[in-house]
């Protein structure tokens, strides 16, 4: 009779200690509010740089402004009518460029950039995103000017001394050359 109890303590014993573990519960959960209200501010920020951008538009009656797909707006300072193509993935282009605030105010000179080479699309270079994007509208011998949202610009980060955080900007772009990756 102890043997069988011995036996059915033990196969109960052995039937709870193999229980599997519990998941463990984070400590604090987070109801994403902080990502919404980020989108939220964020939207209200572009929408205002938006309506300065327009504004800066409106009155310059010398320029004929493009709007791009990727959220900047652009002018030609000099086009070339003769250039066929514009750099396509993989090519190598050699190009200045400077950094202004909207009121013309420079910021970083296209001397102070010196001459800049580029691998369209694959290189990992520091150059902002929207400068990335208005390479690829651009022909060989043009001259453009653009007008970056700060999202398109240097956002959150600015430049250390010289250019606060979600400050739009206007940049002008030489694309000096264009080596197609076929050659």
Do not use: H
């Not at 036996?7 to 109960?12: K, P, W």
């Not at 979600?166 to 050659?183: A, G, H, R, Y």
């Amino acid at each position: 009779m102890l043997r069988n109890l011995i036996i059915v303590l033990f196969c109960a014993l052995l039937t709870l200690s193999c229980k599997s573990p519990d998941a463990r519960r984070p400590v604090k959960s987070s109801s994403g509010t902080f990502i919404k209200e980020s989108a939220k501010r964020n939207k209200k920020l572009f929408e205002k740089e938006q309506a300065v951008i327009e504004g800066i538009i409106e009155l310059d009656t010398n320029n004929d402004y493009l709007a791009s797909e990727s959220g900047f707006w652009y002018y030609y300072n000099s086009r070339d009518s003769t250039a066929t193509s514009s750099p396509k993935m993989g090519d190598a282009v050699t190009f200045t460029y400077d950094v202004r605030r909207l009121n013309g105010e420079i910021v970083v000179s296209s001397e102070e950039n010196g001459l800049q080479n580029y691998k369209i699309d694959q290189t990992n270079q520091e150059l902002i995103s929207g400068i990335r994007d208005g390479l690829k509208l651009m022909k060989e011998g043009e001259t453009v000017t653009f007008l970056f949202p700060s999202f398109k610009a240097y956002g959150y980060y600015g430049i250390e001394d010289k250019l606060g955080t979600n400050i739009p900007i206007q940049s002008t772009v030489t694309l000096k050359s264009i080596k197609s990756e076929d050659n």
